[in-house]
């Protein structure tokens, strides 16, 4: 039996799991939350490597960045000097952004930003076993 089989997009009700519009399976805390991709505001171009979260689950993130609006989250990563080329979906920059703290946090990070550690970082975490998370969160259950 398929575990993707019974769960509905939290939007539009549909079952339907199709390349290009996939059923992304929320990988929160007890969520159970799906959603297409186009489903989604913004839409998805494509599966997010790694871990995704709902809408829901975003705005009761322990991160507060992933709260942010995306364009503040761009505007931090430039003040910090962040190479961001190569990001596309929010969590990435999200990511980036939280490498970048996390490398001025340290000592002898000077405050500043991390710049290419931390777009590095967004990019390279290698999501559990490079596999969608629409597929990982299904498999795993």
Known sequence: ?????DVACAVCGEFDDEEGNDL????????????????????LL?????????????EKSDRPVDR???G????????????????????E??????????????PGGGGGGGGEEAAAAAKAAPPK?????RLAKATER
């Open 46 to 58: 494509s599966v997010p490597a790694g871990c995704w979260l709902c809408p829901r689950c975003t």
């Open 72 to 91: 503040e989250v761009k505007a931090e990563l430039l003040r910090r000097g962040v190479r961001t080329a190569g990001l596309l979906e929010k969590h």
């Open 68 to 70: 942010m609006p995306l």
């Open 24 to 43: 992304l399976l929320c990988d929160g805390a007890g969520c159970r939350a799906a959603h297409h991709l186009r489903c989604l505001s913004p839409p």
């Open 1 to 5: 039996e398929d575990p993707e089989q």
């Open 93 to 106: 920059f999200c990511d980036a952004l939280c490498a970048a703290r996390a490398a001025a946090e340290r």
């Open 129 to 133: 076993a490079a596999r969608p998370a």
